[in-house]
């Protein structure tokens, strides 16, 4: 199906602000295909790829799990707290996300696609969407839910979230704000009338 006549819905927002429980919502709701970038990144880094060996020799055992793996806590603690790694490690998995996104959107036959990639914006992706939708929740609330879901010390929560473009900028590039810093059943709402307003303005 030829990408301008459909709709590439990019979901963002920043770290733990609710971007999952959107797409879940849509995908059981909507039955809207979801394509997370998250995933690919895992993707990226699994068993054996030559991207894992790549981290394993700047980084060493550090970040090697006994079993092979990679020891993902260990690289987030360097990479939250030092822009020169975060930069290299982004060179090396970035473009490999966005391979994955171009080949399933081709893939995907469907009229309308999530783009769940909480990087929209950093990593310079809007082009792969024909609209983005912000998660957006007070810091108070995100730094709570971080550290909640996480098991994060307030400072490691703080640096993730400072790692990212401030929420209050990105919320000018957005089509659609979703503001979940109260109730799923506000969040809900909000996404039925946008999903259902920019349908019927298509
Ligand atoms: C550093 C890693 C190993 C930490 O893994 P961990 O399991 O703790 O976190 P997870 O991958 O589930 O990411 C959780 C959230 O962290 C935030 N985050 C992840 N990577 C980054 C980054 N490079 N910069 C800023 N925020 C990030 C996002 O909001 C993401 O949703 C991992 O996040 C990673 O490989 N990051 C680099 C790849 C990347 O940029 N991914 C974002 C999608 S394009
Ligand atoms: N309205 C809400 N009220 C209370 N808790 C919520 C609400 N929305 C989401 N949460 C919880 O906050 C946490 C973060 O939500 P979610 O995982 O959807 O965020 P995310 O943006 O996808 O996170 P990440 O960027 O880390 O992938 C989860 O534990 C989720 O259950």
Known sequence: MSNNLRRLIGLTGGIATGKSTVSRYLADTYQLPILDADLYAREAVQANSPILLNIFKRYGDRVRLPDGNLNRQQLGEIIFNNLEEKNWLESQIH??????FQSEIERTD????????????????????????????????QIRRLIERDKL???????????????????????????????LENLFRQIDDAFCQSTNLK
């Not at 473009?95 to 994955?100: A, F, S, T």
């Not at 310079?124 to 609209?131: F, G, P, R």
């Open 95 to 100: 473009p490999y996300v966005r391979n994955r």
């Open 110 to 141: 469907a009229q309308t696609i999530v783009l769940a990639i909480p990087l929209l914006f950093e990593a310079k992706m809007t082009d792969l969407t024909t609209e983005i939708w912000l998660v957006y929740c007070s810091s108070q609330e």
């Open 153 to 183: 010390s307030k400072e490691q929560a703080i640096a993730r979230i400072q790692s990212q473009i401030p929420i209050e900028e990105k919320v000018a590039w957005a089509d659609v704000i979703l503001d979940n810093s109260s109730t």
